[in-house]
């Protein structure tokens, strides 16, 4: 795979659309184990994403996610903004001064932004937040020969899906405890539509 800025910029047009089409569901899971605010707020935060990034020239895709990164942080409120801001902008840093992204460089961002999200909500694995997705999509990118876009999807749903079985022991679903059992965790929803639309993309290029 390589990542070009026109790719990138596809990558969250095909985000944004999947978060719109499924504001409402992520308002839903979020009402179950959360503020009922996740569906508005991503919504909100990815249509400002595209404004930003279609109204620009970009010479890298690192300036488009660093972007991403400003905008989510700006216009999400919550947790998700700082979170989802945070792991775009380590993200950018990893690949920083690259015109094109190979599958190497994008494990390494990947990678810098999982201990992005970890560092700044103190989480790890297994707790029931977007960490839970976007870790095993990480290792995907890292331990795979070549990357199938198939693969990278079913790699983030079965992630997802897996979050209904934990407990909650970070943010607010936490207060949940046992009742957060059986629910999908909305970052962790939103998560997978970012890797779908991922998934998208590769796919055009194979």
């Excluded at 089409?21 to 909100?44: P, V």
């Excluded at 460089?105 to 103190?122: C, H, N, P, S």
């Amino acid at each position: 795979m390589e990542l070009q800025v026109k790719d990138t910029i596809q990558w969250l047009e095909k985000i944004n659309e999947k978060i719109q089409q499924n504001k409402d569901y992520l308002t839903d899971l979020d009402q179950a184990i959360g503020d009922s605010d996740h569906g508005i707020n991503m919504s909100r935060g990815f249509q400002e994403v595209v404004k930003q990034v279609n109204s620009k020239d970009y010479n890298t895709v690192s300036d488009v996610l660093k972007d991403t990164a400003m905008t989510l942080m700006s216009k999400v409120g919550g947790a998700s903004g700082p979170l989802f801001g945070t792991a775009f902008l380590r993200f950018s840093m990893g690949i920083k001064g690259m015109d094109a992204v190979n599958q190497e460089a994008f494990a390494k961002g990947l990678e810098d932004a999982v201990a992005g999200i970890m560092q700044r909500g103190k989480a790890t694995i297994g707790e029931k937040t977007m960490v839970d997705v976007w870790s095993p999509v990480a290792d995907y990118f890292k331990e795979t020969a070549k990357v199938q876009a198939e693969d990278v999807v079913y790699t983030a749903k079965n992630a997802m899906e897996q979050t209904k079985e934990i407990m909650a022991t970070k943010g607010r679903a936490s207060y949940f405890k046992e009742k957060s059992i059986g629910h999908i965790d909305p970052g962790a929803a939103s998560s997978f539509y970012v890797f779908e639309a991922l998934s998208e993309v590769i796919k055009e290029e194979e």
